[in-house]
């Protein structure tokens, strides 16, 4: 009989891609996968640390693991993830009934992992942080029955903004070869996927080795926009302080790349900009993001924000709210600053009282509610491009997502996951658009 696993994703993108990655691991083992934990002989939870929020979701899931393992005895269970990267052995000491924890440069070791577990017993910790990790390869079959699917194409973050945890639980930044990143890309395109989402903490400093002009990230960009049968590229995330013209004309020059781009501003105020070591002023962002329209005036442009970091006066949130309503993001993701333990903002003071945090949270949700739909609605009558993902959850639609990333709706008997349709947007709400099929 087969074993099954089930990996539980928390947390961004790239922690997605490692359970693909570790998914195509445990099934060249003989495993299948399975949605349903209560059905899986091996569980992984896969965490993320960026906020307290993610980590107590991730112990409240992993302490319901443990209560079905009691009844399950059999059942492996292991961690892995960001507060895998970071907590370590601290986790198996916590949590009794943990079988495993791994780090995020560790994939690879799990099956090793599984056959030691199985011949002595015992419990793993496997954290190394200097590994070079080796990525994904886009096993065959794998990927077919998916429309899009994700590229890493750099780890780790040398910026070390002082809010943030990243650079400690996924090192410094290494970035893939070329050839490896085509090569991955091509074999995902054979397996039917139309649109890839390149991944980096920060892709603007992606680096090949060679000299900035051949190996930088534009460059990439435009090696991957001649790949045959790939209809659509996106990437994520950029750093304001490297967004470089040349990549900025990419969005006039390739036809594949999708005119959106995740930009996170952080603060709209330069004194926390500073003390969050950002590296970039309000004026330089408005600046970039004139830059951006003026090359293409469609392009949407999302962004990040967290209020209440330490020293943020009401002054301060003011300047935030400026921005937001001078840019008119296409979407705004806000999120209460959270210390993080080894940060250098978790040592500054005065921290912004909890409920002030919540309060100025409400008040930038609010406002940026009013922009989103604004500009939703600012494409009723207008034909759009969609690529078609599958049926939506209700009913018999189809759904998809424009180049700007927007998520439309619409009916259609005929038109199947992988086509690029058009679609003119008849109504418009907060999170999605919904059009009438053209051709
Ligand atoms: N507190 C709150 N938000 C944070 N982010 C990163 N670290 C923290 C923190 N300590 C947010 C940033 C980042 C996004 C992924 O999460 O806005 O861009
Ligand atoms: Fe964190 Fe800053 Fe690196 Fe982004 S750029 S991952 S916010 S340290």
């Known amino acids: 009989m087969s074993r099954h696993y089930h990996i539980a994703t928390m947390g961004c993108q790239m922690n ?22 209560h059905r899986a002989d091996l569980i992984l939870i896969n965490t993320c640390t960026v906020r307290d929020k993610a980590e107590q979701k991730a112990y409240s899931l992993l302490g319901r693991m443990i209560g079905l393992k009691k009844r399950k005895p059999g059942l492996v269970l292991g961690i892995m993830g960001c507060i ?46 200097t590994k070079r990790s080796m990525f994904s390869s886009a096993n065959p079959g794998y990927f077919k029955d998916r429309v899009k699917s994700f590229v890493t194409i750099m780890e780790g973050c040398n910026n070390f903004c002082s809010y943030c945890i990243v650079p400690y639980v996924r090192g410094r930044e290494v970035s893939r070869l070329p050839e490896e990143i085509i090569k991955e890309t091509e074999k995902l395109v054979e397996q039917g996927v139309k649109e890839v989402t390149l991944l980096g903490q920060n892709v603007n400093s992606y680096r090949s080795g060679e000299s900035q002009a051949e190996g930088g990230f534009p460059s990439l960009l435009r090696k991957l926009n001649n790949i045959e049968g790939l209809l659509r590229i ?142 939703n609605r600012k494409l009723v009558g207008r034909r759009v491009e969609v690529l078609v993902e599958g049926r939506s959850k209700k009913g018999n639609e189809l759904t998809g997502r424009t180049g700007s990333n927007k998520v439309v709706n619409f009916d259609c008997e005929s038109e199947l996951p992988g086509d690029l349709v058009q679609v003119r947007i008849e109504n418009a709400y907060a999170n999605s658009l919904r059009g009438e099929f053209v051709h």
């Open 16 to 37: 997605e891609y490692d359970s693909d990655h570790l998914g195509q691991l445990l099934q060249a083992e003989d495993f299948k996968p399975t949605e349903d934990p």
């Open 84 to 129: 895998a990267q970071q907590k370590g052995s601290a986790l198996i000491e916590r949590f009794p009934g943990l079988d495993f924890v791994i780090g995020t440069k560790e994939l690879e070791t799990v099956p090793r992992i599984l056959e030691k577990l199985t011949r002595e017993g015992g419990r793993v910790v496997a954290a190394d942080l």
């Open 234 to 375: 996106r990437f994520t995330t950029s750093h304001p302080k490297d967004l470089s013209d040349d990549l900025i004309h990419c969005f006039k020059d390739l036809e594949k790349l999708c005119g959106h781009i995740h930009l996170p501003l952080q603060s709209g105020s330069n004194h926390v900009l500073k003390s969050m070591k950002r590296g970039y002023t309000r004026e330089h962002y408005l600046e970039l993001v004139e830059n951006l329209r003026r090359v293409n005036p469609d392009v949407a442009i999302t962004s990040d924000v967290i209020v209440g970091f330490p020293g943020e006066k009401g002054g301060d949130f003011e300047l935030t709210l400026d921005v937001v309503k001078k840019i008119g993001f296409d979407n705004l993701y806000s999120f209460k600053y959270s210390d993080r333990e080894g940060t250098l903002a978790s040592a500054m003071e005065p921290k912004v009282p909890s409920h002030e945090r919540a309060c100025r949270l409400q008040t930038l949700q609010q406002l940026q509610k009013g922009i989103t739909l604004h500009k």
